[in-house]
């Protein structure tokens, strides 16, 4: 589908692996990943999906097996990329300072809030309180 390529490439490419890894010496051997990059990458996931949240919760859906069917196409994509880019990465987060405003979200926390898209009106309090 057009939409999921258009929206979700942006969000998918934060969890990409592309230019993480730092290079030494004269062979460009990785001697391991940018702490820098990562935060980076983690804030712009972010930024990405909280608009993502904003504006697909206002969109409607009316036909059941559509709305359905997005949503298990988006879960498809996104949860597996996430959780792979946070176990890979989050011991990186984890050891800084205030890891929370990198690791924003839970792959469960994500789950849920895709669950707000499509119902036609802006996210529910409880998913607000998570995403902000």
């Given at each position: 589908?057009?939409?999921?390529?258009?929206?979700?490439m942006?969000?998918?490419?934060?969890?990409?692996d592309?230019?993480?890894?730092?290079?030494?010496g004269?062979?460009?051997?990785?001697?391991?990943?940018?702490?820098?990059?990562?935060?980076?990458?983690?804030?712009?996931?972010?930024?990405?999906f909280?608009?993502?949240?904003?504006i697909?919760?206002?969109?409607?859906?009316?036909?059941?097996?559509?709305?359905?069917?997005?949503?298990?196409?988006i879960?498809?994509?996104?949860?597996?990329?996430?959780r792979?880019?946070?176990?890979?990465?989050?011991?990186?987060?984890?050891?800084?300072?205030h890891?929370?405003m990198?690791?924003?979200y839970?792959?469960?926390?994500?789950?849920?809030?895709?669950?707000?898209?499509?119902?036609?009106?802006?996210?529910?309090l409880?998913s607000?309180?998570?995403l902000?």
């Amino acid at each position: 589908m057009i939409y999921q390529c258009v929206r979700w490439m942006k969000i998918l490419q934060c969890l990409r692996d592309k230019g993480l890894h730092v290079s030494s010496g004269s062979r460009g051997f990785s001697s391991g990943v940018s702490k820098l990059v990562i935060r980076e990458r983690f804030r712009g996931f972010n930024a990405a999906f909280d608009e993502a949240h904003r504006i697909q919760a206002t969109w409607i859906v009316p036909d059941e097996q559509l709305w359905e069917e997005l949503r298990i196409s988006i879960l498809e994509k996104l949860l597996p990329a996430y959780r792979s880019f946070l176990g890979r990465f989050w011991q990186h987060i984890e050891d800084g300072k205030h890891p929370e405003m990198y690791i924003k979200y839970s792959v469960e926390e994500l789950e849920s809030a895709v669950s707000d898209f499509f119902e036609g009106h802006p996210p529910s309090l409880l998913s607000r309180r998570k995403l902000h």
